[in-house]
C-alpha cells in the first residue's frame, strides 16, 4: 500500500476481466487511490485451477489475504457480493463500500441450472448475444461500442471452468438475513434497466443494514433513456423461461458462429441497435435456428446452394461472407470454382464475373490469415 493513500479494491463481474470491467474508471481514480483490481477464476488474466466448490466467501479471504490494513471496495455483481462478504467478515477492515448492480441473493437455482447447462454444452462463447441485451442498456451500444466489445471478449474468453465454478458459488449465496449485520457506510448502486439485479434487490441491502434509515438505492439511467423508461420497457421473451423458442435461438447462435465464426458474430452483436437488434434475432433463431440446423442437407450442401442465390440476387457483401463459411464448412477451392461456374450459366455471365471477383478476394485473404 502507497503511503498515506487510501487502498481501493475492485471488484468484476462474472464473465468479465477486471480491467474490461474497471478499467476505464481505474484510470480516473489512480491519482487519489492505491487501486487494486482482482480477477475471478478463469477469467482476464487468471488461469489457474478453477474449484469446483468455490464460495463467495473464498473469494473474500483471497482480498483480504493480498490486501493489508483497512481499504474502500467497490464491486459489480458478483464483484459486489464478494463486497457484501468482506463488510460481513472484517468490518474492521473495510471502510466503506459501492454495491453495483448486485444483490444479498441473485436469481434462484433454476436460473442458476440454465447458465450451467449452456456453458456445459456450448460454452461461455455462446453467452455473448444474450449477455448483451442484459448488460448494456438501451443506446450504450452505440455510445460506447468499443467498451461493450471488451466486456464481450472478455465474456467469449472467460473459461469454461473458471465460469461454472462462479456460477456454483453465486447460486448458493445468500446473506439477506444478515444485512443488519453490516455497519460500515454502502452505497447500493442499481441500474434501471438491469433485468437480473433490479433496483428492488439494491434496495433490500441499503434498508437491511444494522442502525441504518432507510435509504433508497441510487439509480444510474445512462443519458437519453428517461423518456423511454416512462414510456414502459418490456424485457425480451427469451429472459423469462426457457422454451422451444429459447432452444431455437440457442441452436441458432451455436450454428452461426460455427459456420461464421466468433469474430464476425461478435461484431454483429455488439454492432446490434434498438433499429436493428430484433431483426439480428430474427436471423439467428429462423435461418439459423430453423434452417441451417435442419438435418436433410449437410452443411457444405447448404453452403452450394447459399452461394448460388447469393449470385443470383446479386447479394455482393454476403457473397464474400458466405465464401468464408464455406470454406469453414468443408468446400475445396476447386468446389466452389464449379459452384461458380455452374452459376455462368444458369445465373448469368456477368453475376458469375463478380462471384469470382470477390472469391478472388476473399480467397487471398484466407490465404493471407492462414
Request: aromatic share 4%; net charge negative.
Given at each position: 500500500?502507497?503511503?498515506?493513500?487510501?487502498?481501493?479494491?475492485?471488484?468484476?463481474?462474472?464473465?468479465?476481466?477486471?480491467?474490461?470491467?474497471?478499467?476505464?474508471?481505474?484510470?480516473?481514480?489512480?491519482?487519489?487511490?492505491?487501486?487494486?483490481?482482482?480477477?475471478?477464476?478463469?477469467?482476464?488474466?487468471?488461469?489457474?485451477?478453477?474449484?469446483?466448490?468455490?464460495?463467495?466467501?473464498?473469494?473474500?479471504?483471497?482480498?483480504?489475504?493480498?490486501?493489508?490494513?483497512?481499504?474502500?471496495?467497490?464491486?459489480?455483481?458478483?464483484?459486489?457480493?464478494?463486497?457484501?462478504?468482506?463488510?460481513?467478515?472484517?468490518?474492521?477492515?473495510?471502510?466503506?463500500?459501492?454495491?453495483?448492480c448486485t444483490g444479498a441473493r441473485i436469481g434462484d437455482a433454476e436460473i442458476w441450472r440454465?447458465?450451467?447447462?449452456?456453458?456445459?454444452?456450448?460454452?461461455?462463447?455462446?453467452?455473448?448475444?444474450?449477455?448483451?441485451?442484459?448488460?448494456?442498456?438501451?443506446?450504450?451500444?452505440?455510445?460506447?461500442?468499443?467498451?461493450?466489445?471488451?466486456?464481450?471478449?472478455?465474456?467469449?474468453?472467460?473459461?469454461?471452468?473458471?465460469?461454472?465454478?462462479?456460477?456454483?458459488?453465486?447460486?448458493?449465496?445468500?446473506?439477506?438475513?444478515?444485512?443488519?449485520?453490516?455497519?460500515?457506510?454502502?452505497?447500493?448502486?442499481?441500474?434501471?434497466?438491469?433485468?437480473?439485479?433490479?433496483?428492488?434487490?439494491?434496495?433490500?441491502?441499503?434498508?437491511?443494514?444494522?442502525?441504518?434509515?432507510?435509504?433508497?438505492?441510487?439509480?444510474?439511467?445512462?443519458?437519453?433513456?428517461?423518456?423511454?423508461?416512462?414510456?414502459?420497457?418490456?424485457?425480451?421473451?427469451?429472459?423469462?423461461?426457457?422454451?422451444?423458442?429459447?432452444?431455437?435461438?440457442?441452436?441458432?447462435?451455436?450454428?452461426?458462429?460455427?459456420?461464421?465464426?466468433?469474430?464476425?458474430?461478435?461484431?454483429?452483436?455488439?454492432?446490434?441497435?434498438?433499429?436493428?437488434?430484433?431483426?439480428?434475432?430474427?436471423?439467428t433463431e429462423y435461418a439459423w435456428g430453423t434452417i441451417w440446423t435442419r438435418p436433410g442437407?449437410?452443411?457444405?450442401?447448404?453452403?452450394?446452394?447459399?452461394?448460388?442465390?447469393?449470385?443470383?440476387?446479386?447479394?455482393?457483401?454476403e457473397l464474400a461472407l458466405h465464401l468464408r463459411a464455406a470454406l469453414r464448412n468443408g468446400?475445396?477451392?476447386?468446389?466452389?470454382?464449379?459452384?461458380?461456374?455452374?452459376?455462368?450459366?444458369?445465373?448469368?455471365?456477368?453475376?458469375?464475373?463478380?462471384?469470382?471477383?470477390?472469391?478472388?478476394?476473399?480467397?487471398?485473404?484466407?490465404?493471407?490469415?492462414?
Amino acid at each position: 500500500m502507497t503511503t498515506g493513500v487510501t487502498t481501493l479494491v475492485l471488484g468484476p463481474s462474472l464473465g468479465t476481466s477486471a480491467d474490461a470491467c474497471w478499467g476505464a474508471c481505474a484510470a480516473l481514480l489512480r491519482d487519489d487511490f492505491d487501486v487494486r483490481l482482482w480477477e475471478l477464476p478463469g477469467h482476464g488474466t487468471d488461469r489457474g485451477p478453477s474449484p469446483a466448490d468455490l464460495t463467495i466467501a473464498d473469494l473474500a479471504a483471497t482480498i483480504l489475504d493480498s490486501v493489508d490494513g483497512p481499504f474502500l471496495y467497490a464491486g459489480d455483481s458478483v464483484g459486489g457480493q464478494v463486497g457484501l462478504q468482506l463488510l460481513l467478515d472484517a468490518p474492521d477492515r473495510v471502510a466503506g463500500a459501492v454495491l453495483c448492480c448486485t444483490g444479498a441473493r441473485i436469481g434462484d437455482a433454476e436460473i442458476w441450472r440454465d447458465r450451467v447447462a449452456q456453458v456445459r454444452a456450448s460454452g461461455t462463447a455462446s453467452l455473448v448475444t444474450a449477455s448483451a441485451q442484459r448488460w448494456f442498456a438501451p443506446g450504450f451500444l452505440e455510445r460506447e461500442p468499443e467498451r461493450a466489445s471488451a466486456l464481450l471478449h472478455a465474456l467469449r474468453e472467460a473459461s469454461d471452468d473458471g465460469y461454472l465454478a462462479v456460477c456454483g458459488a453465486l447460486a448458493a449465496y445468500d446473506v439477506r438475513d444478515r444485512l443488519g449485520e453490516i455497519t460500515a457506510p454502502v452505497v447500493a448502486l442499481a441500474g434501471a434497466d438491469d433485468p437480473v439485479c433490479p433496483p428492488d434487490l439494491l434496495r433490500e441491502i441499503a434498508e437491511g443494514r444494522a442502525a441504518r434509515p432507510p435509504r433508497r438505492p441510487r439509480r444510474h439511467r445512462p443519458p437519453g433513456t428517461r423518456r423511454a423508461a416512462r414510456r414502459g420497457r418490456h424485457h425480451h421473451p427469451r429472459t423469462g423461461p426457457r422454451g422451444k423458442r429459447m432452444t431455437r435461438y440457442d441452436d441458432g447462435m451455436t450454428v452461426r458462429r460455427e459456420v461464421l465464426g466468433d469474430e464476425h458474430v461478435d461484431r454483429a452483436t455488439a454492432a446490434a441497435t434498438e433499429l436493428t437488434r430484433d431483426f439480428q434475432e430474427l436471423i439467428t433463431e429462423y435461418a439459423w435456428g430453423t434452417i441451417w440446423t435442419r438435418p436433410g442437407l449437410d452443411r457444405r450442401s447448404r453452403s452450394l446452394i447459399t452461394l448460388t442465390a447469393l449470385v443470383a440476387r446479386g447479394h455482393h457483401e454476403e457473397l464474400a461472407l458466405h465464401l468464408r463459411a464455406a470454406l469453414r464448412n468443408g468446400l475445396t477451392v476447386d468446389e466452389i470454382k464449379e459452384t461458380l461456374l455452374q452459376t455462368a450459366i444458369y445465373c448469368g455471365v456477368p453475376d458469375a464475373n463478380t462471384a469470382f471477383r470477390i472469391a478472388q478476394s476473399v480467397l487471398a485473404e484466407e490465404r493471407t490469415d492462414g
